[in-house]
């Protein structure tokens, strides 16, 4: 079965510093990996995804995330956090095999601070 | 605009009652797909759809049923439904599976009393 880990319920940071948040995956065979954005009384909305070649892919809004194979992660990344970053972030993973389920992480809130 | 729509936003119904809330997207999508969430545990899957006549289960679809009779709609019907069942809903759609994104309609938040 495959499987999302989202570390951290919460992440703070100061506006203007960069902001990390993490993702580790579990799934069989190649993965596809997602990072969505949720603000308050909206749906997902996509910010980027990983489906193979260079590690580094850059989506939305100055977004940013890492693959690295080895270590099963997919972190989001951004070098200069915005107040209106603030939001519920989720990470989704797809097996690439036929892989019609799309398995979401928990979610990490994300709270930048003038 | 493309968009994918659901109806009603918001829900408070009781225990046994029959409901449905729809869902409908403006994209042609042949994917689409019903999510629950609860706090602490994200999105999980209830049901997905690969195209018309073709459902099939997620990670949790006890009590839940779906239908796509149409390319655009793919409605969720509670039979019984039952507190546990209390949660936000989003639909979602998608060109396929695989490497393509999801399309989340804006939630429904349904009490079951």
């Known amino acids: 079965a495959q499987s999302v880990a989202q570390p951290e319920d919460q992440v703070n940071v100061a506006e203007g510093n960069p902001l990390t948040v993490k993702c580790t995956y579990s799934?069989?065979?190649?993965?596809?990996l997602f990072w969505y954005v949720q603000y308050p009384n909206r749906g997902l909305q996509f910010l980027l995804k990983y489906i193979t070649g260079d590690n580094l892919v850059k989506g939305s809004y100055g977004f940013e995330a890492e693959f690295n194979k080895s270590q099963t992660s997919f972190h989001l990344k951004k070098p200069s956090a915005l107040v209106s970053d603030s939001a519920l972030y989720f990470c989704a993973v797809r097996n690439n095999n036929a892989g019609n389920m799309l398995t979401f992480g928990g979610g990490t809130r994300l709270m930048v601070k003038p | 605009e493309a968009q994918v729509t659901q109806n009603p936003r918001y829900l408070i119904t009781v225990t046994g009652k029959k409901l449905t809330v729809t869902c409908s997207q403006n994209m042609n999508h042949e994917y689409m797909s019903w999510y629950r969430q609860d706090p602490g545990l994200g999105l999980r899957q209830i049901y997905y759809?690969?195209?018309?006549?073709?459902?099939d289960k997620g990670d949790v679809p006890e009590g839940y049923k779906v239908s796509r009779k149409e390319k655009r709609n793919f409605p969720l019907i509670l039979e019984s439904p039952s507190p546990n069942q209390t949660s936000l809903y989003f639909c979602?759609?998608?060109?396929?599976?695989?490497?393509?994104?999801?399309?989340f309609g804006p939630g429904t938040r349904l009490t079951v009393t």
């Open positions: 759809s690969m195209n018309v006549e073709a459902t």
């Open positions: 979602a759609s998608s060109r396929g599976t695989g490497a393509y994104e999801q399309y």
């Open positions: 799934v069989s065979g190649n993965p596809y």
